[in-house]
């Protein structure tokens, strides 16, 4: 097994007509049972005036109006405590994993005893595409429980015959701990949490020679994917660091970037996805930045039809060096349709601030947008606040550097406030970059 350079050879390099032959297999097979089973679906179909049958190529799926987290929602108050998006029978099904609900009430999404089974087998084909092998002692700091990432990457290590630490998101002293003993060989994380820990082991002087971890794959949250953090990570635990993907509604641990870092690679023979324009909700060009909007081909208890995801990424289906033929999104996720922020008339998200941030040396880790509101002039104020390592660098031309390379990204000059390291809350899990104190 070890000497295998795929997980799935036949899967991972099928030519694209194969696979999209495949991809419309499932979608027909998906589409019908969601009609039949699902009232929830069935209506959908309806108002659209569709039948399944009615699809019978892939581009045809744009047909049936995407689905948001809003309206799964509204169908779960209307319909306790499930909704009526459930299409397997109840006898079939294994775990609950509702979304974090950061936001508004949790969306239930539910995994079969199959999907377990299908989950397990995808997340272990992403970690054999950024090395893992049977033997590494896989750290999983991802959360356990309801979160969908701690339990996918557990069952895979399963699959992979890897040891596994279990220790969630626990104590960042806990984590060093086990780095050091008995010496993890991967560790798996949000980016914002392995800064944490690599800013931890300097304070607390293990140097990363002294840890035996040699990569790590980083989720939850873009930024793995911004050079400068990469490199951060890369540097402060010497490790080869890998970006992951997943969401609640469509399944942890999704699309993972394989050794040759060159963007996230989607499990495409589980997964149909798009990209769409948000403003006039079409399919976008190849190249072109819209909202990922995906629907489940193998998914049996909660599958979705076109779920808008919000996410926002590029997709291309050029092969990947590494021989690998499914769909890749370079540079990973770039942003929250709904984070995006318009200031003075240019639009901008966090991952651009974080590109700039993380490139200066002079800086920790730590940012936040933040949007307040100038009363007397009515104007909306948007300040970038960042953190100074004190024994570097004078405070003015940094100022200047920094808004002159804000400048350069964003296509606006924000507002800078520099305080002094320590002064923004580390996280454990997402990290929140954006602070509205505007007055609405
Ligand atoms: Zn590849």
């Not at 007509?17 to 979608?27: A, F, G, N, T, V």
């Not at 899990?429 to 602070?435: L, S």
Request: hydrophobic share 35%; net charge negative; aromatic share 8%.
């Amino acid at each position: 097994m070890e000497g295998r350079k795929y997980f799935d050879p036949e899967i991972e390099t099928m030519n694209r007509s194969d696979l999209e032959k495949l991809q419309l297999e499932r979608l027909q097979w998906q589409l019908k049972r969601c009609y039949e089973e699902s009232p929830f679906y069935r209506e959908r179909f309806k108002s659209a005036g569709i039948k399944p049958e009615d699809i019978r190529s892939l581009g045809e799926i744009v047909r049936i109006p995407p689905v948001t987290k809003q309206e799964l929602r509204e169908e779960q108050l209307a319909h306790p405590p499930f909704g009526r998006y459930a299409v397997a029978p109840r006898e079939d099904w294994a775990e609950l994993h509702p979304s974090t609900g950061t936001t508004g009430v949790p969306v239930n999404t539910i995994w079969s005893h199959r999907d377990v089974k299908t989950i397990a087998s995808w997340t272990a084909r992403t970690m054999w595409s950024f090395g893992v092998r049977p033997g590494d002692i896989v750290q999983n700091a991802f959360s356990y429980g309801l979160w969908v990432a701690g339990m996918s990457v557990h069952y895979a290590t399963q699959e992979l015959r890897c040891f596994v630490l279990p220790i969630g998101a626990a104590m960042t002293e806990r984590q060093i701990d086990y780095l050091l003993n008995p010496g993890s060989t991967v560790l798996i994380c949000t980016p914002s949490y392995a800064l944490h820990i690599a800013e931890r082991l300097a304070q607390r002087g293990v140097s990363p020679e002294d840890i035996p971890v040699r990569r790590g794959c980083f989720g939850g949250e873009g930024g793995t994917e911004v050079p400068a953090t990469r490199k951060k990570i890369e540097e402060g635990l010497r490790i080869d660091a890998f970006d992951y993907y997943g969401l609640a509604e469509i399944g942890p641990t999704i699309a993972s970037e394989c050794e040759e870092k060159a963007g996230l690679t989607w499990a495409e023979d589980h997964i149909l996805i798009e990209v769409v324009d948000p403003n006039t909700k079409e399919r976008c060009q190849p190249g072109e930045t819209g909202v990922l909007v995906m629907t489940h081909l193998t998914k049996e208890a909660t599958p979705m039809v076109r779920y808008w995801s919000n996410d926002l990424a590029t997709v291309t289906t050029e092969k990947c060096a590494c021989g690998r033929t499914h769909a890749r999104s370079l540079g990973g996720i770039l942003g929250r349709a709904d984070d995006m922020i318009i200031y003075k008339g240019a639009k901008f998200y966090p991952i651009q601030v974080e590109k700039v941030v993380r490139g200066f040396g002079e800086l920790s880790d730590e940012f936040r947008v933040e949007l307040t509101t100038d009363e007397r002039r009515g104007m909306d104020i948007c300040t970038v606040v960042v953190e100074q390592l004190a024994e570097k660098g004078d405070a003015e031309t940094l100022m200047s550097h920094l808004k002159k390379g804000l400048r350069e990204e964003l296509l606006v000059t924000p507002e800078v406030d520099i305080k002094p390291v320590g002064s923004l809350e580390r996280t454990t899990f997402k990290a929140k970059r954006i602070v509205d104190k505007r007055k609405k």
